[in-house]
């Protein structure tokens, strides 16, 4: 693609929305100063980011400074909508973020996923997204988009499910089974959890490796801001990285893999712990009311995180580890060992590991904001839309 | 940066520049068709390129086409060159490359740098880079800047070699040792290794993981293009990816990190050979000559690193993997292991493994070729100089 004149004015349009989204409300001419654009120049762009419906005026600022008084601009409340859902093992979710960031709609449904056929399970998550455009449409929003968060391997088509061995699907494209009212994109859940660690996060570096677990152990890493997605959209398989090369044999057909020492099911085994619904519940309780047992086996997943870690940091020399999701919720028990381990074994030079503030609530907020990102970084594509 | 006339400016002299470098020699109105903007914006951007010294007009193009004849351009075979050095532990290289890829000068000299002080390793460097600038002088080229790739990890600065095991440097800063007549980057050798893999190698994939070994291991992941260089600049350590958590203590801290089954020292030792001066071409010969004892070790010595990469493979998910430096000349004897070890653990998904072309050769010109590269990207730095 060339380099134009309609393309600086897209990227100019992403600055302004960037600026008044991150330090706004904010005059006109304080945004020129912030991007370092001419006051005229701003002022056409953001005529079209208020015609578009991106951004609003709050009225006249403040009097009592010098010269006119300048109406201040916000980031609008209503105008486009980011959708995100969540296809959990144990749970679908859905929810509407508006532009600033805020969520407006938001539904829950638990009950078994594992083993259903994709149809039944999207013709119920459908229905479920209608209910949260229906409510964020009564408050003036319109759906920009829909984001998808699976736990499996998604194509670097952003629609089809490659694999997903807790549901048990495989290459099921989601985008012949969703509505197709608005732009879809369907993303492994450990992704959308980064993405989300990285936008929500306190203090969260733009170099990590985000490390979650459902049934799986998934990791995603961030580079410089932006997913490392690996060139099938396979990257950040953490959970088959080998601890132990003669260990057990995994499904994966490997053996000695993470998920055989810090997967669920592992953990459950090794507790001698029934399977149930809330596997992390149960374990968070029994360790918590001292089962030496459970605290034994969760102790043994940390110096097995730790082992494969080690690894990880030594190939992708990250700002630091960010452990969310059902990892999350075990993280006091799971942290010591996990820290011993990865320190002795990095001499010194032993990177940060932080827990997630978001725990589960992770990939689904970094789903929708997505959508809410996508509009902020290219302001004309609603513009074209609208 | 806000994005203006002037960013875009240079943007399109690069885009100029990187069309004529790839598919020259070409007329004003095959570049302008290329590139996608006017002939006249084109005329202004290539009239500025000559005035540079990047380009130059080949004359008039053959008669016999069809209207007004075009002069054919084509990158300046004089002008700026990039002057190439590396510093090994048994050896001492600088070459100078000129803007067309091709190596215009190159000296060696070999000899043990490992547990000299830097000082004088640094100024016998010096003198290689002299005398190679001054042969690139007297063709009508000038150094563009200077590349020096080490085989240890470099700060995000690009001077300080912060640790080199195998020369025993350590927090070293090679800016203030050396020459301060033009630009300077320093960089480890793996970095460099990978970038003239992707730069010159035949069908290397733009997503892929570069293993090369001296001593010591390492690798460099590349991705969509571009090194992946860490938060510190430390990413790539292979050699300390835990193979077997409990396996021999490594002076890094760990346990049986790679390097202690497929580094030079434990291949050597495990062959019941001497250390010497050239390891690897002690190695490949006992091998080739059918030595049991040395075979044995390359292929205990593959299949860590089958253990260490399967790892790296699923964090990563390359569209390749290339065994470059030391590694390529023993090949032979290390992929069978390596490739089945890969294969039996990542089930059906097995990642490529290919070998350099470069082999020796990769770091040298990587780093020659990085200084060519940035002029490419970015001509007007050159023009503002000249």
Sequence with gaps: MPDTQQGMRRRNLARVMHAVSAEGPLSRAAVASRIGLTRAAVSTLVDELIRSGLLEELGPERPGRVGRPGSALAVSGRGPAGIGAEIGVDHLAVCAVDLRGRTRAQVVRYGANRGRAPEPV?????????????????????????????????????????????????????????????????????????????????????????????????????????????????????????????????????????????????????????????????????????????RDALREAGEALGIALTGAVNLLDPEGVVLGGALAGLAPWLLPSLRDELARRTAGQACPVSVSRLGSQGPLLGAAHSVVRAVLDDPSVVGERA
């Excluded at 733009?206 to 998934?218: Q, R």
Aim: proline share 6%.
């Design 122 to 294: 999207i013709a119920e998550l459908s229905s479920l997204v209608r209910e949260v455009v229906a409510e964020a449409e009564s408050e003036g929003l319109w759906p920009a988009g829909l984001a998808v968060a699976v736990p499996g391997l998604v194509a670097r088509d952003a629609r089809t499910v490659v694999r997903a061995p807790n549901l048990d699907w495989h290459d099921t494209d989601l985008g012949a089974l969703l509505p197709e009212d608005f732009p879809l994109t369907v993303g492994n859940e450990a992704n959308f959890g980064a993405l989300a660690e990285l936008w929500l996060g306190d203090g969260t570096p733009h170099d990590f490796l985000h490390v979650s677990a459902e049934i799986g152990i998934g990791a995603a890493l961030v580079v410089d801001g932006q997913l490392l997605r690996g060139t099938r959209g396979f990257a950040g398989e953490l959970g088959h990285v080998p601890v132990r090369p003669d260990g057990p044999r995994c499904p994966c057909g490997g053996r000695g893999c993470l998920e055989q020492y810090a997967g669920e099911e592992a953990v459950l085994r090794a507790a001698g712990l029934e399977q149930g619904e809330d596997r992390v519940g149960l374990l968070a309780q029994h360790a918590a009311d001292g089962d030496e047992d459970v």
